[in-house]
């Protein structure tokens, strides 16, 4: 079944920026835990698979797009707050989402 325009406005998309960024040494597949800014919104922390193409330097202090209100979800040990939206690339691995310009942390994507 389709999604709806309703359905897309239900998310609560925001723009964050990366404040830590450390190795999620639990993971089976390799992953990082970011702790992410959204401004008014507070921080939250997610587990993500992006190893194959950032490490902390390229990470911090980076600004990425997220969903927020989702459940916590449980990743190898770390309580995810959010997901990190990105496109998984067949030979490229994960390549995160990202805006066009500096914009306030915990800025609404529409």
């Given at each position: 079944?389709?999604?709806?325009?309703e359905?897309?406005?239900?998310?609560?998309?925001r723009?964050?920026?990366?404040t830590?960024?450390?190795?999620?040494?639990?993971?089976?597949?390799p992953?990082?835990?970011?702790?992410?800014?959204?401004?008014?919104e507070?921080?939250?922390?997610?587990s993500?698979?992006?190893?194959?193409?950032?490490?902390?330097?390229?990470?911090?202090?980076?600004?990425?797009?997220?969903v927020?209100?989702?459940?916590?979800?449980?990743?190898?040990?770390?309580?995810?707050?959010?997901?990190?939206?990105?496109?998984?690339?067949?030979?490229?691995?994960?390549?995160l989402?990202?805006?066009d310009?500096?914009?306030?942390?915990?800025?609404p994507v529409?």
């Open positions: 079944m389709p999604a709806s325009f359905d897309f406005q239900n998310l609560n998309l723009v964050g920026r990366v830590s960024v450390r190795l999620n040494e639990k993971a089976r597949v992953a990082l835990v970011l702790e992410i800014d959204f401004g008014p507070g921080t939250r922390i997610s993500a698979q992006l190893t194959q193409n950032y490490d902390e330097k390229s990470l911090l202090d980076r600004q990425v797009v997220c927020m209100g989702f459940e916590p979800k449980r990743v190898a040990g770390v309580k995810s707050e959010v997901l990190v939206l990105g496109v998984i690339h067949p030979e490229r691995g994960t390549l989402l990202q805006v310009g500096e914009v306030p942390d915990g800025e529409a």
